[in-house]
């Protein structure tokens, strides 16, 4: 059960889930690490070399599909048996953890372009999106917690302890991948591709919002994106920016599919009239 269902599931039947999904984490990597000094672990790999600059690319391409894999993995649309593991293993890679992406994404799909309580609202700034974002998420783990257990001193306390769990979580599982890479390819490779594709993730949801398009607030909203970067986009991203139809049949693993078949039902009515 635990290794199948979804932790949003978990995290609305137990108040302490997420502490103790982070506190696991922690000893996890707090085990790697203890494991590295007491072994004298050297990293995998030693100081900057040539093949960083080819590898980089491959490893950022490799870090958005993580990302890509954990958002279908928090709407089931992995194998059942491999859904829960993919997204916990992939979680690690991208340092987000499953948890946080399954819980903060499904109060997103339920409050869209919500301000107040969408984790990540878009605004017509790109960069404000990013700011909000990053602030916006730690605020809504809040939100949502005492919106299911109920906003009292004792969960304020717990909510606070849970968060700096999660941030010590963040801390040790960084350094596991410092130990294990390397400084030179863990600053120079990981982190940077981590970062970018972040914010890649980022600006797919915020161009999907009619981001680029909009003028003001009210114009936020999903939407199928089609110009040619964006086609190309979605043959190398499985469909992402069908992001429209991606709101409106979220267990698809391709969107850009359903919305292509979509328009040609539309179009051989209209082609028959014609002749």
Same mark, same amino acid.
Not at 171 to 181: E, K
Not at 257 to 267: F, G, S, V, W, Y
């Given at each position: ?61 490799? &870090?958005?599909?993580?990302?890509? #894999?954990?958002?279908? /993995? ?6 059942? *048996?491999? +859904?829960?593991? @993919? ?86 599982? &960084?350094?596991?991948?410092?130990? #294990?890479?390397?400084? /030179? ?6 982190? *940077?591709? +981590?970062?970018? @594709? ?78």
């Amino acid at each position: 059960m635990l290794l199948t269902s979804h932790p949003i599931s978990q995290f609305r039947k137990n108040p302490r889930f997420y502490l103790m999904y982070d506190g696991f984490w922690f000893l996890v990597c707090a085990a790697v690490l203890g494991t590295f000094a007491v072994t004298g672990f050297t990293p995998l790999i030693s100081g900057p070399a040539w093949w960083f600059a080819p590898v980089f690319p491959v490893l950022l391409f490799c &870090l958005i599909w993580a990302h890509l #894999l954990i958002h279908n /993995a928090t709407h089931g649309n992995l194998p059942k *048996p491999i +859904n829960r593991i @993919a997204g916990e293993l992939l979680g690690l890679c991208v340092v987000v953890r499953f948890a946080s992406w399954d819980i903060i994404h499904m109060r997103h799909h339920k409050h869209t372009d919500d301000r107040a309580k969408d984790p990540h609202p878009n605004f017509p700034s790109f960069w404000k999106t990013v700011f909000h974002t990053i602030v916006n998420v730690e605020k809504q783990l809040f939100e949502q917690y005492y919106e299911i257990w109920g906003d009292t001193a004792e969960n304020q306390g717990r909510e606070r302890r849970r968060a700096w769990m999660s941030y010590g979580t963040n801390v040790v599982l &960084l350094a596991s991948w410092f130990w #294990l890479l390397g400084p /030179a390819f863990f600053l120079l490779v990981f982190a *940077p591709c +981590n970062l970018l @594709a972040g914010l890649f993730v980022i600006h797919f949801n915020w161009s999907t919002h009619n981001g680029e398009a909009a003028r003001s607030l009210e114009d936020m909203r999903p939407t199928n994106l089609s110009g040619p970067w964006y086609r190309l986009g979605n043959k190398l991203f499985a469909g992402i920016y069908a992001h429209q139809m991606h709101h409106d049949r979220p267990t698809m693993f391709n969107p850009a599919k359903a919305l292509a078949a979509a328009e040609a039902a539309i179009q051989e009515p209209a082609e028959q009239q014609a002749a």
